[in-house]
């Protein structure tokens, strides 16, 4: 296990190194950040001095070093804009928009999983056909539209729901956060929900397609044969031998929740990161952005890690080496 | 004369498929005595396990019971609701699947699927429930059986897979053990093993059996008495003996002859021509006449029914075999 632990451990820092060229490169390519810095009347000489201060006058493998050198060093330079360090900014920022993304799989896991046992379990039920078409409908709609109809309908019509910003927030164990006042779980439903669709739609038919395998197995029809109640054959023996499938899906929808949530923050404007690197990117605000796919790769690879421990506590057939 | 603890009595269990309906079971009534052992048997299709999931209840659409009784100690199995078959299952009525390697949960403990039987259809607390468990690993001959209670199925062998099962299947103390082919996953070796194991415990317990088999080796050591499956309806019925030595039907007699000899060798092992009949489309007559040496004009008109012939055999033939001759 700790020689297994150790193994991942540079495997996902090999990830990371990867990401950093990738990101760096994107960022070479991407215009010259020099302009955002300058006044707009800023004379050559200035201009070239800027370029020095920020690295920018040397080769490109030059630039790199120094750039992995700050990294290691925790130093990810500062905004351009804010002129206050990118990873405070993005830090910052980070615990709105896990509030949302947790929230939105937490609505997700708990919508889609029973949704799915039953559909597996009674697949010619017309209730099973329902759900089926109705998951389908939930991977095809944008997240954007269905965010704008959640807010006319409810914030607008039935003005049942705020349609933007984060509420009232709370320091928690030195964390901000929304989820502990009564305002903040107000706002963040319409959020949250929207974010939701997709995932929701997706757990909900891998799910289903493993329970109609599990469901199939002699040891369903044994658990019946010893009295077990059709609850306790779903849940009890069906659903955790259908989990695997499921858990991988998790692992990879929390990286497609976070790049969502970019979109669904714009709408709601829900000041998270995602917002934060949309406008970084509109101002070419190298640090922030750079920062912000370096944290996203890193949570990736963490949960994705998380994930492969998680199998081998589903399936005691799974072992780590 | 004491009554019988089940009595089936004209079972159909029929499947709806697309392709028509598959009479799997059509027609099959036999008593079990308390503490009696009934070998099923037939070829593969023939419906024998359909008439073990049947009598639990465990029959899934599109299968369905058409018609019949299915009386167990005086409650008709066929018309109880599912929650009250729930808690007859396990409880009163325990089965034994084909395949040990699939029949247990790979994602529990020995020792939860286990106590689960006892949490369910009885009333003892976690500790007496243990040593139950316990108890009954041990007399199905797994050694420490206390620390395995936490092992794996995958940890296991076939053999002690179907140990376990069987474990399971007696741990609440039911009055009928239904065995499903219970030694055909299984290495020759390990055979003799299990099935003298369920013997052992069937008399202990005073329950009764029904071995559900396609292999009359099998059967003839222990059991009481055979019923004899051919296209869902029963073609031969009697006490072991009787059956084995002088079967009255062709078909049963076909598959005592398959049974290799090892007194006088053959240059070809023996078998019954032919296949099993198309079951979705059954010819009226005998359904067995396309495969019988003995058939006749009559065979293919007239469909046979079930007779009593000497000591208690029954046979459902127009031209049966008499002691001595040939088939």
């Known amino acids: 296990m700790f ?7 540079i495997q996902m820092l090999v990830v990371l190194w990867a990401v950093s060229v990738i990101v760096f490169m994107m960022m070479s390519f991407t215009g010259d950040p020099v302009f ?19 690295g920018l006058d040397r080769s490109l493998p030059e630039q790199y070093v120094l750039f992995l050198k700050n990294l290691l060093q925790g130093e990810f330079g500062r905004s351009y804009v804010f002129r206050q360090p990118a990873l405070d900014l993005i830090l910052e920022r980070l615990p709105a928009t896990l509030e949302i993304v947790l ?24 209730l099973s056909r329902l759900i089926m078409s109705g998951s389908l409908v939930g991977i095809s709609l944008p997240g954007f539209w269905v965010g704008m109809m959640l807010i006319f309908i409810f914030a607008v019509e039935l003005r049942l729901f705020p349609s933007s910003g984060r509420g009232e927030t709370v320091e928690f164990l030195g964390i901000r956060t929304s989820l502990l006042t009564a305002n903040g779980w107000h706002h963040i439903v319409l959020p949250a929900v929207t974010l939701s669709f997709g995932t929701l739609a997706i757990i909900l038919r891998i799910t289903r397609a493993g329970m109609m395998e599990v469901m199939r197995q002699d040891y369903i029809k044994f658990a019946r044969a010893k009295g077990v109640s059709r609850r306790g054959v779903l849940y009890g023996h069906g659903l955790r031998n259908g989990l695997i499938p499921v858990v991988t899906i998790f692992g990879l929808q929390l990286g497609d929740l976070i790049a969502f949530a970019t979109i669904t923050e714009t709408i709601f404007a829900w000041p998270g990161m995602g917002k934060l690197l949309i406008d970084s990117i509109y101002r070419a605000d190298r640090p922030v952005i750079v920062v912000y796919l370096m944290l996203v790769a890193l949570i990736f690879v963490v949960v994705n890690f998380i994930v492969d421990i998680l199998y081998t506590m589903i399936d005691p057939r799974i072992t780590v080496k | 004369m004491t009554a019988p603890l089940l009595s089936v009595r004209g079972l159909r269990t ?19 005595m308390p503490g009696e052992v009934m070998g099923l048997v037939g070829e593969s299709g023939g419906g024998k396990s359909v008439v073990g999931f049947s009598i639990l209840g465990l029959i899934d659409p599109p299968g369905k019971i058409e018609q019949g009784e299915i009386v167990f100690d005086g409650r008709d199995l066929a018309q109880l609701p599912e929650d009250a078959l729930r808690r007859i299952r396990g409880r009163e009525i ?18 939860r699927q286990m106590d689960e039987v006892l949490r369910l ?20 001959g797994i050694s420490q059986a206390a620390e395995r209670l936490g092992a794996y199925p995958h940890q296991f062998s076939g053999g002690m897979r179907q140990r376990v099962v069987i474990a399971i299947a007696m741990l609440a103390r039911p009055r009928l053990i239904i065995a499903d082919e219970p030694t055909t996953a299984l290495d020759v070796t390990i055979q003799s093993q299990i099935l003298r194991l369920m013997r052992r415990q069937i008399a202990e317990e005073g329950a009764s059996m029904i071995l559900v088999t396609h292999d009359l080796a099998v059967v003839a ?31 049963t007699r076909g598959l005592i002859d398959s049974i290799p000899n090892p007194a006088h060798r ?54 049966p075999v008499a002691i001595g001759e040939p088939a």
């Open chain 2, 266 to 319: 053959l240059p070809r092992l023996n078998q019954i021509p032919g296949t099993v009949p198309d079951v979705r489309n059954l010819p009226a007559g005998c359904n067995f006449r396309d495969r019988c040496p003995r058939a006749q004009a009559l065979c293919a008109e007239v469909e046979p029914p079930l007779i009593p012939k000497r000591g208690g055999q029954q046979a459902a033939c127009h031209f």
């Open chain 1, 36 to 54: 955002m810095v300058v006044p707009i009347d800023a004379t050559d000489a200035e201009i070239a001095q800027a370029r020095r201060i920020l």
């Open chain 1, 3 to 9: 020689a297994y632990a150790v193994k991942r451990l």
């Open chain 2, 14 to 32: 029929w499947f709806h498929t697309f392709a028509g309906i598959v009479k799997a079971v059509n027609g099959v009534s036999f008593d079990l």
């Open chain 1, 103 to 126: 929230v939105a799989l937490l609505i997700a896991t708990v919508v889609a999983i029973p949704l799915g046992v039953f559909a597996g379990a009674n697949p010619q039920n017309p």
């Open chain 2, 94 to 111: 325990g089965m034994v699947f084909q395949d040990p390697m699939t029949s247990l949960n790979p994602v529990q403990t020995i020792g």
């Open chain 2, 221 to 251: 050591e222990m059991v009481d008495k055979i019923t004899v499956l051919y296209c869902g309806k029963v073609v031969e019925a009697g006490p072991v003996r009787e059956v084995i030595d002088t079967p009255a039907h062709p078909y």
């Open chain 2, 121 to 140: 259809h009885t009333t003892l607390d976690a500790r007496a429930r243990r040593a139950r468990c316990v108890e009954m690993l041990e007399s199905v």
